[in-house]
């Protein structure tokens, strides 16, 4: 057997629907099972989300407080009023921050941006930066992506004569705070039929609105914001992302295209994994590490020359931003290792001063891939006497609504059910930490620490083909609510398999089933070459893809887990240097039948045990255990003894032996009566003078003739003294079966035939027929699936 990493939840299909999509919209069986289980289970709601049919963005004016906003709006740029656009640090507040930036400047407003220091002032408004506003002539203030959390500075900004216009996404708290207009998607009693926009999405319906159309030479940008903040690429965000990314893909921006020449991506390729994976890291990492307007101005500058300057700049930011990022998760998962452990500790809370807190949050989501707990990593100023935090979570553990439960002792606090931002006196953080493992033992269960992967179908290798994959491409881009298609393959051959890279850590392979085949990569998933015996059938999960090399296209998967869910036989017959198995072998029990081979197998510093006699062997608990079975056994029985109503996971077949009778002759009838009738010619015989010219006159073996003398000196046919041989005389009939040197000689031959020389496919039937009374392989996987 070999355990999946993860729990595999895999979704059921209705068959019926599929079907019918199928016929009715002529689309693989795959796609449509994709469609099927994420909802778009009739022809009518399939065939608008595959082709677009009748998507068009909302009207703005269905926000609660558009009208108040554009209003306001449109006064300060008649009046030439100082209008201020409050933005955050991270991917989405950029683009927000941009959006808006170009949509006040096209109308002819006095516009600047403020983004406030991560380090210095922390996340969203602040006093200090409100009351410089006003000093500095400032009548509005436009807050994106942030500010929904802001009630002491609205009241700050009403003391100080600045009407707010609030646009934000994140979770709105119990008290909203005292602003001229609050545009939010979420808010309580709102008519906007989608509630998921990201920041940069309710910063484009704004403008939207101002503009009085769609404003598709933005689009570039609320894709950005709106696939880097991860929010359900569904409804108005799927169009803002799909119609987003075919605008950056003939993008004029000058700080865009410098970022992408920088990071060696081709415009025509662009898609939502260029956004996540290249563009926002590097946005990300300015706000991370130093000032986010840096992040801005690329967006924003006219000059090509200083485009490329500003991209560079911000790649070097990003390179150590990564390096950082590794110090502290290595310090962080020490500190949690030494000082809280996962089994005391159902939520992780660490926090060091001199960590940097623009990068807490990538070290938290490292927490949570490794321990696989909600996380939250703090950047401790012991100066101020405050940690600085972010927080990420699991499923079954929601962040924001937890953390609502300790809002007396987080004076700034915001986020999502996944993630979250705080800041908090450095003495609460015991009691936070306490608080929220308090509430995690009430909600999570052991199995919720298990990670989970979801699937989204089980396929069939028949269906995959290039016209499928190909069609899959139309359910893109993928993201939160519609993620890239994750499949499982229940039960496949493996007809290759082998480790791949410099370093050998990856693998690769190609399955096959009923005549149909894939090939298969797995970063990383090298070491799971020894784990999985060739002869087993592989249950897979993960990604499908067109591999596309020398002109040749052809489907693949990247995989992403493997199991097996049958016990596994391992074919190590005939392999000499023992030392070679002992390497392969993961902790296994090394059984050992006749003890004069013990010390070929103790220096490896192996489990061991010697199974001498049957009722050892029938007493021996191997259920769940990786066996290896080092040498032959006496006798079949051993073998029936130890393995039958047992459940080993796997079997190594080694089966030393120092001798093999199977290629030497086992006489038969003929040969004992041909020999019997030489010596009763020829006896006296001496056999120790004139045994091997005997054997060289049959073409037999000295062995050969040496056995037969043994049997017939057994059967009392002949007599033997000082090597010579000289004949009974003989009443009663004897059978050769009556000797014991013959039945073990028989026995023996017979056992080597059946274990050490049969095929694999015959002695792995063998032990099936021994292993009685395991779990069927449907029943094993249901455990994983």
Same mark, same amino acid.
């Given at each position: 057997?070999?355990?999946?990493?993860?729990?595999?939840?895999?979704?059921?299909?209705?068959?019926?629907?599929?079907?019918?999509? @199928?016929?009715?919209?002529?689309?693989?069986?795959?796609?449509?099972?994709?469609?099927?289980?994420?909802?778009?289970?009739?022809?009518?709601?399939?065939?608008?989300?595959?082709?677009?049919?009748?998507?068009?963005?909302?009207?703005?004016?269905?926000?609660?407080?558009?009208?108040i906003?554009?209003?306001?709006?449109?006064?300060?740029?008649?009046?030439?009023?100082?209008?201020?656009?409050?933005?955050?640090?991270?991917? %989405?507040?950029?683009?927000? &921050?941009?959006?808006?930036?170009? &949509?006040?400047?096209?109308?002819?407003?006095?516009?600047?941006? !403020?983004?406030?220091?991560?380090?210095?002032?922390?996340?969203?408004?602040?006093?200090?930066?409100?009351?410089?506003?006003?000093?500095?002539?400032?009548?509005?203030?436009?807050?994106?992506? &942030?500010?929904?959390?802001?009630?002491?500075?609205?009241?700050?900004?009403?003391?100080?004569?600045?009407?707010?216009?609030?646009?934000?996404?994140?979770?709105?708290?119990?008290?909203?705070?005292?602003?001229?207009?609050?545009?939010?998607?979420?808010?309580?009693?709102?008519?906007y039929?989608?509630?998921?926009?990201?920041?940069?999405?309710?910063?484009?319906?704004? #403008?939207?609105?101002?503009?009085?159309?769609?404003?598709?030479?933005?689009?570039?940008?609320?894709?950005?914001?709106?696939?880097?903040?991860?929010?359900?690429?569904?409804?108005?965000?799927?169009?803002?992302?799909?119609?987003?990314?075919?605008?950056?893909?003939?993008?004029?921006?000058?700080?865009l295209?410098?970022?992408?020449?920088?990071?060696?991506?081709?415009?025509?390729?662009?898609?939502?994994?260029?956004i996540?994976?290249?563009?926002?890291?590097?946005?990300?990492?300015?706000?991370?590490?130093?000032?986010?307007?840096?992040?801005?101005?690329?967006?924003?500058?006219?000059?090509?020359?200083?485009?490329?300057?500003?991209?560079?700049?911000?790649?070097?930011l990003n390179?150590?931003?990564?390096?950082?990022?590794?110090?502290?998760?290595?310090?962080?998962?020490?500190?949690?290792?030494?000082?809280?452990?996962?089994?005391?500790?159902?939520?992780?809370?660490?926090?060091?001063s001199?960590?940097n807190?623009?990068?807490?949050?990538?070290?938290?989501?490292?927490?949570?891939?490794?321990?696989?707990r909600?996380?939250?990593?703090? #950047?401790? %100023?012991?100066?101020?006497?405050?940690?600085?935090?972010?927080?990420?979570?699991?499923?079954?553990?929601?962040?924001?609504?937890?953390?609502?439960?300790?809002?007396?002792?987080?004076?700034?606090?915001?986020?999502?059910?996944?993630?979250?931002?705080?800041?908090?006196?450095?003495?609460? @953080?015991?009691?936070?930490?306490?608080?929220?493992?308090?509430?995690?033992?009430?909600?999570?269960?052991?199995?919720?620490?298990?990670?989970?992967?979801?699937?989204?179908?089980?396929?069939?290798?028949?269906?995959?083909?290039?016209?499928?994959?190909?069609?899959?491409?139309?359910?893109?881009?993928?993201?939160? !609510?519609?993620?890239?298609?994750?499949?499982l393959?229940?039960?496949?051959?493996?007809?290759?398999?082998?480790?791949?890279?410099?370093?050998?850590?990856?693998?690769?392979?190609?399955?096959?089933d009923?005549?149909?085949?894939?090939?298969?990569?797995?970063?990383?998933?090298?070491?799971?070459?020894?784990?999985?015996?060739?002869?087993?059938?592989?249950?897979?999960?993960?990604?499908?893809a067109?591999?596309?090399?020398?002109?040749?296209r052809?489907?693949?998967?990247?995989?992403?887990?493997?199991?097996?869910?049958?016990?596994?036989?391992?074919?190590?017959?005939?392999?000499?240097?023992?030392?070679?198995?002992?390497?392969?072998?993961?902790?296994?029990?090394?059984?050992?039948?006749?003890?004069?081979?013990?010390?070929?197998?103790?220096?490896?510093?192996?489990?061991?045990?010697?199974?001498?006699?049957?009722?050892?062997?029938?007493?021996?608990?191997?259920?769940?255990?990786?066996?290896?079975?080092?040498?032959?056994?006496?006798?079949?029985?051993?073998?029936?003894?130890?393995?039958?109503?047992?459940?080993?996971?796997?079997?190594?077949?080694?089966?030393y032996?120092?001798?093999?009778?199977?290629?030497?002759?086992?006489?038969?009838?003929?040969?004992?009566?041909?020999?019997?009738?030489?010596?009763?010619?020829?006896?006296?015989?001496?056999?120790?003078?004139?045994?091997?010219?005997?054997?060289?006159?049959?073409?037999?073996?000295?062995? &050969?003739?040496?056995?037969?003398?043994?049997v017939?000196?057994?059967?009392?046919?002949?007599?033997?003294?000082?090597?010579?041989?000289?004949?009974?005389?003989?009443?009663?009939?004897?059978?050769?079966?009556?000797?014991?040197?013959?039945?073990?000689?028989?026995?023996?031959?017979?056992?080597?035939?059946?274990?050490?020389?049969?095929?694999?496919?015959?002695?792995?039937?063998?032990?099936?027929?021994?292993?009685?009374?395991?779990?069927?392989?449907?029943?094993?996987?249901?455990?994983?699936?």
């Open positions: 057997m070999l355990k999946p990493k993860t729990r595999w939840i895999c979704q059921q299909v209705d068959e019926e629907k599929k079907r019918r999509l @199928v016929e009715e919209l002529s689309i693989t069986p795959l796609v449509a099972s994709l469609l099927v289980n994420r909802g778009f289970d009739t022809p009518e709601l399939a065939s608008s989300f595959l082709f677009d049919k009748d998507h068009a963005f909302h009207d703005p004016f269905t926000l609660i407080g558009m009208d906003a554009v209003s306001r709006i449109k006064d300060a740029i008649a009046n030439n009023e100082q209008i201020l656009i409050f933005g955050d640090y991270d991917a %989405d507040g950029v683009t927000s &921050t941009s959006v808006m930036m170009l &949509t006040l400047q096209e109308l002819g407003a006095n516009v600047q941006y !403020y983004i406030p220091n991560r380090f210095t002032e922390g996340y969203g408004p602040n006093e200090n930066a409100f009351r410089h506003a006003a000093e500095s002539g400032i009548h509005l203030i436009i807050t994106v992506d &942030t500010g929904i959390a802001a009630l002491h500075e609205a009241k700050i900004a009403k003391e100080l004569g600045l009407d707010l216009i609030i646009t934000d996404h994140h979770e709105p708290g119990p008290e909203l705070p005292e602003a001229l207009a609050i545009i939010h998607p979420k808010l309580e009693n709102s008519p039929p989608f509630h998921d926009l990201a920041g940069v999405g309710v910063a484009f319906k704004l #403008s939207h609105a101002l503009l009085g159309k769609v404003p598709e030479h933005l689009l570039q940008f609320a894709a950005i914001g709106t696939i880097a903040d991860l929010v359900p690429l569904v409804g108005e965000n799927r169009l803002i992302a799909k119609r987003g990314i075919q605008a950056l893909k003939n993008t004029d921006n000058h700080g295209k410098a970022l992408l020449k920088l990071a060696g991506s081709d415009l025509p390729a662009v898609n939502e994994e260029t996540g994976f290249v563009i926002a890291p590097r946005i990300n990492a300015a706000g991370r590490l130093e000032s986010a307007d840096i992040a801005v101005d690329l967006l924003l500058t006219e000059d090509p020359y200083e485009a490329e300057t500003i991209a560079e700049e911000i790649d070097a390179k150590e931003r990564q390096a950082l990022v590794n110090e502290i998760a290595e310090e962080a998962i020490q500190e949690v290792e030494e000082n809280y452990p996962i089994d005391e500790n159902s939520v992780i809370v660490v926090g060091k001199g960590w807190a623009g990068v807490i949050g990538i070290v938290a989501s490292k927490l949570v891939e490794r321990f696989y909600p996380a939250i990593v703090l #950047s401790v %100023d012991d100066e101020k006497g405050l940690a600085k935090g972010s927080a990420r979570s699991i499923m079954g553990f929601d962040l924001f609504q937890n953390l609502s439960t300790c809002r007396d002792i987080l004076p700034h606090f915001g986020g999502h059910p996944m993630a979250a931002g705080m800041t908090l006196k450095i003495e609460d @953080v015991g009691e936070l930490r306490s608080r929220l493992n308090q509430l995690a033992s009430k909600i999570l269960t052991e199995e919720d620490f298990i990670p989970v992967t979801k699937l989204d179908s089980e396929i069939e290798l028949k269906n995959v083909d290039l016209k499928a994959l190909e069609e899959m491409q139309m359910l893109a881009p993928f993201g939160m !609510y519609n993620p890239k298609p994750k499949v393959i229940k039960a496949a051959s493996i007809s290759q398999m082998k480790k791949i890279g410099a370093d050998q850590t990856h693998l690769k392979l190609v399955l096959e009923q005549g149909s085949s894939l090939d298969g990569i797995g970063f990383g998933l090298g070491s799971l070459l020894d784990e999985v015996s060739p002869y087993a059938s592989l249950a897979v999960i993960g990604e499908l067109i591999n596309e090399w020398n002109n040749i052809k489907p693949q998967i990247f995989l992403q887990d493997l199991a097996v869910h049958e016990w596994q036989l391992f074919d190590y017959r005939g392999l000499k240097r023992i030392e070679k198995l002992s390497d392969s072998v993961s902790s296994a029990l090394w059984i050992v039948f006749n003890e004069k081979y013990v010390s070929k197998f103790t220096h490896q510093n192996n489990e061991l045990i010697v199974v001498n006699n049957l009722d050892k062997a029938r007493h021996l608990d191997i259920t769940g255990r990786n066996i290896v079975l080092a040498d032959l056994p006496p006798s079949k029985e051993f073998l029936v003894s130890l393995l039958q109503g047992k459940q080993p996971a796997r079997i190594y077949a080694h089966f032996g120092e001798e093999s009778d199977y290629f030497s002759t086992m006489p038969t009838r003929e040969h004992f009566k041909w020999y019997y009738a030489f010596l009763m010619k020829k006896a006296p015989f001496d056999l120790k003078r004139y045994g091997d010219d005997l054997a060289k006159y049959r073409g037999w073996t000295r062995a &050969t003739i040496d056995f037969m003398s043994q017939f000196l057994e059967l009392e046919l002949i007599k033997q003294h000082n090597g010579f041989i000289t004949l009974n005389e003989v009443k009663n009939k004897k059978d050769l079966s009556e000797s014991i040197t013959y039945q073990q000689k028989q026995a023996h031959y017979a056992l080597e035939g059946e274990l050490l020389y049969s095929s694999v496919d015959e002695l792995k039937k063998w032990f099936d027929e021994m292993i009685i009374g395991s779990v069927t392989n449907e029943e094993a996987v249901e455990e994983w699936i």
